[in-house]
């Protein structure tokens, strides 16, 4: 009797922990994710005399994790990113010369908050940190001079994300400020960028 009742015991209990372990599995939005990216970049170069832009593609992936909490959604992301954007501004010092930017990989941490607005949709707000490689020349008509330098700034962010049986799709706007890169050039980038995953 006593060996029936435990089993029976250990059945119920079995049979209520397992839709609700799988109802925790289910929460949208929750947990780790990696996903591919790609998209548009146009990168802003401003001086003390005038402005410069060129655009291009953007190619990468990202990292991350979050935590859905009554449908509040808290998370921190992580992103390796590149692109093919050159630009160039004449007449930065004499009249002729020439400086140019070429990007290179562009690293960034940072944190998203963001919240359902329906079963299997959320809308997010981003920042953080970002770290770029860029190649830069000098030409005034004599001398060329040539290096690769990174720049340091912050990136701002907003987007929408969906989510079906693990598979994620999203959809973001950023901005990134660089500061003054050699007390001259003020970089910025503007990028609209597609990612397609998958949440563990």
């Known amino acids: 009797m006593i060996k029936k009742f435990v089993a029976l015991s250990v059945l119920a209990t079995a049979a209520v ?18 996903a591919a990216m790609g998209g548009y970049d146009k990168v802003r170069v401003d001086t003390p005399i005038g402005h410069g832009s060129d655009d291009g593609v953007l190619f990468g992936g990202v ?22 954007v050159k630009e160039s501004v004449d007449n930065v010092f004499v009249a002729g010369d020439r400086a140019s930017l070429k990007t290179g990989r562009d690293l960034y941490a940072g944190i ?18 970002t770290n ?47 500061g003054h890169y050699e007390g001259i050039l003020q970089p910025e980038r503007h990028q609209v960028a597609a990612m397609v995953g998958y949440r563990f």
């Open 112 to 129: 998203r908050i963001g919240g359902e607005v329906t079963p299997g949709v959320m809308l997010y707000a981003k920042g953080g940190y």
């Open 17 to 34: 922990a397992t839709p609700a372990f799988a109802q925790d599995a289910d929460v949208a939005f929750d947990g780790p994710y990696i």
């Open 132 to 178: 770029a490689k860029v190649k830069a020349s000098y030409d005034d008509g004599v001398d060329v001079l040539r290096g690769s330098d990174e720049l340091e700034g912050y990136r701002l962010g907003a987007g929408v994300e969906t989510t079906v049986r693990g598979l994620i799709g999203r959809v973001e706007y950023r901005y990134s400020n660089y």
């Open 63 to 84: 990292v991350g994790f979050d935590k859905n909490i009554r449908g509040a959604v808290f998370g921190v992301e992580g992103e390796y990113s590149d692109s093919n």
